[in-house]
Structures are given as C-alpha cells and as structure tokens.
C-alpha cells in the first residue's frame, strides 16, 4: 500500500518560495550552500518528498518552522504581533484570500 503524503508538496514549494523571496535569498544560491539539488522545489510541485533534515536545514536557512514552510501554522511576523484568535485567523483567512486570487 503506497504512503501517502503529510503535506501538501505544491504548497510546500510555492511557501519555500515565497519565504525565499521575502528574505531576499535567492533559491539557487541556498539550494548550493545547502549542499541540496537546485531540482528540490520541480520535485516537490511533482508530489515527490523531501526528507526530514532537508527540509530542516531550509527551514533554518529562511529562518522559519517547517510547521511554517508546511503551511500548519500563521506566518511568524503575524503570530508576533499582538492579536486577538479572531484577529488572527482573520488574517489569515485574509492572506489565503489573495494567495488564491493569484493566476
């Protein structure tokens, strides 16, 4: 029986890349300091995994959870500011709002 996924490996990749970007870090340049194929993200959009540790030392290098770059909790800029639950999720429901509204 195959084994399914834990995360959704397209959101995983587009939320790696969304992070990079607004770290200013260029994907090509992490992948090689990681010592990672520059081919990770096109697995990923493919549904191929990424291991544990892989996605670890991506998750330090942009300075995030893996929680985070697997998309189970709230950008970390959010969760600091000080919002109520209901402020919170309305954000958040407000950020998957314009994320969806991309073509």
């Known amino acids: ?16 890349k969304i992070q990079a970007k607004a770290r ?11 010592d990672l194929s520059k081919g ?12 544990a540790d892989s996605l670890a030392r991506i998750a330090d290098y942009l300075d995030c959870s ?14 600091r500011m000080n919002l109520t639950d209901d402020e919170r999720q309305k954000v958040t429901d407000y950020l998957q709002f314009i994320l969806s509204q991309r073509k």
């Open 66 to 79: 893996m929680d985070f770059l697997m998309g189970r909790t709230v950008d970390p800029a959010v969760k």
């Open 1 to 16: 029986m195959p084994t399914q996924n834990l995360y959704d490996s397209i959101a995983l990749a587009e939320n790696i």
């Open 40 to 51: 990770t993200l096109s697995n990923l959009r493919l549904g191929k995994k990424i291991s």
């Open 24 to 34: 200013n870090v260029q994907l090509k340049d992490m992948f090689a300091e990681l």
